[in-house]
């Protein structure tokens, strides 16, 4: 296997070009991640976030896949445990970074800006929409936690199911709710032949979700 050697060739679809975002950089992410899903990408909504982790030896990245629950004009948002590496991350820099990439259609879109929690409204109405299982698992989970093995992880589950079995709606655990991701910097990419990519960045004022803010730039691939 040479590693070096791999790569794939793009182009075919027609140019990425600024006015496809005339009414915002929303509906055209909306747009990609329609289309996606009917090209039959696995979890077409899944995203690398990527956060700041701050250290005695100063700031250090960390990133992770999750999956995005929601999307506006004002920003992407997602659910974890507040508890977890990222959660305590958020909350010591409030900023983080989310990429999109699919790949096999040559398209990727990162967003830069502040991040903020949503509120205890807004994850309730997530949370009802849950499997129940993955509601057990969020109360089971002590997320970014060391645990000896995995049958001590199953007979937390275990535990929890029963803990909740008379219970017909499992209640919101009080450390796991959703983040915002509300952009500054939203940058779309579509792969092209010769490696001539396309790269369009969108430039938002802070808090703005008025299309006709926004400033628009060609990036150099």
Known sequence: MDIAAMRAEYGGDPDLDESWLVDGWEPVLRTWIEQATR???????????????PTE???R????TVLCKGLSPEGVTFYTNYDSAKGRQLAAVPYASITFAWPALGRQVNLRGPIHRVSAEVTSVYWRSRPRNSQLGAWASHQS???AS??????????TTARFADTDEIPV???WGGFILRPEIVEFWQ????RLHNRIRVILEAGSIDAAAM???RLQP
């Open 39 to 53: 090209a039959r990408i696995a979890e077409p909504n899944a995203m690398v976030l990527a956060t700041v982790e």
């Open 57 to 59: 030896s100063g700031p």
């Open 61 to 64: 990245p960390a990133s992770r």
């Open 145 to 147: 936690r060391p645990i």
């Open 150 to 159: 995995r049958a001590e992880l199953d007979r937390a589950l275990t535990e």
């Open 173 to 175: 655990p009080p450390h």
């Open 191 to 194: 792969g092209r032949r010769s």
């Open 215 to 217: 400033k628009l730039e």
